[in-house]
């Protein structure tokens, strides 16, 4: 093998173009809460699924003190889970 293996700079070095459809955006433009890390009912939600599941998971057959205890708090989760995503989409808007 000859030559570098890294690759050479691009051939107007780092500067980002000023003309294109970036500059179109004004500056002002919030970005994505999914960039800044801040949606975080998805994960009430995968809970909640999960404690919904747990019985089947575990392989608890009867009707029990567990699956009733799964249940009530897959159902806390949910709820909780609203209450973020209605906080989260009303930050948004």
């Known amino acids: 093998m000859t030559g570098p293996t890294q690759p050479g700079p691009a051939p107007h070095g780092d500067e980002v173009p000023q003309d294109g459809p970036a500059a179109a955006e004004p500056e002002s433009t919030p970005p994505p809460t999914s960039l800044k890390g801040g949606t975080t009912s998805v994960w ?3 809970g909640a699924t999960f404690l919904f599941a747990g ?14 205890v799964t249940l009530v708090l897959g159902a806390v989760v949910m709820v909780a889970g609203f209450v973020v995503l209605r906080r989260e989409s009303g930050k948004r808007s």
Request: aromatic letters at 36%; charged letters at 20%.
């Open 55 to 68: 019985p089947l998971i575990f392989g608890v057959d009867d009707f029990g003190f567990f699956r009733i």
């Open 44 to 46: 009430y939600f995968v």
